[in-house]
């Protein structure tokens, strides 16, 4: 496969799932309401730059930590889609985590910000939709690059 100069800027990928360190309990599920089954091919794609003495020394490793301690919390992104026996989704509780994208990057933040080509803010989101196979797509999909990359 043959990738395009700009394609060619995000390298070493690596892929991983931060799961929640509780169990949420048997037959948890998340019914789906109108709103949630209209916005089902609607995602949402952010892309956010720090530059803040805040963020020295943030590390993957303090990510996958908050992510570990968010998903306790917040253990319904977790789950995965599965269809009733009517056939209406739902969401199984059932503790698989979300999606951590890690990549690195060959431009410097400045480098990248400088460039003003906007179409490149395309590579730094994961481009993976819900599907096909339902049962095993994560709901949550986060990709980072580290602090010393774009």
Known sequence: ???????????????????????????????????DLAMKLHYLKTVYYFRSPAFEGLTIINIKETLFSWTCHAFVPCGRLRRAD??????KCNDCGVRLIEARCKMSLDEWLESKDDSRHKLLVTNQVLGPDLPFSPLVLMQVKPKQNC
């Open 1 to 35: 496969m043959v990738l395009s100069k700009d394609e060619s800027l995000i390298y070493d990928i690596k892929i991983s799932t931060v799961g929640p360190g509780r169990v949420s309990g048997h037959g948890v599920v998340q019914e789906l309401t109108g709103m």
């Open 86 to 91: 009517s056939g209406r989704p739902y969401i």
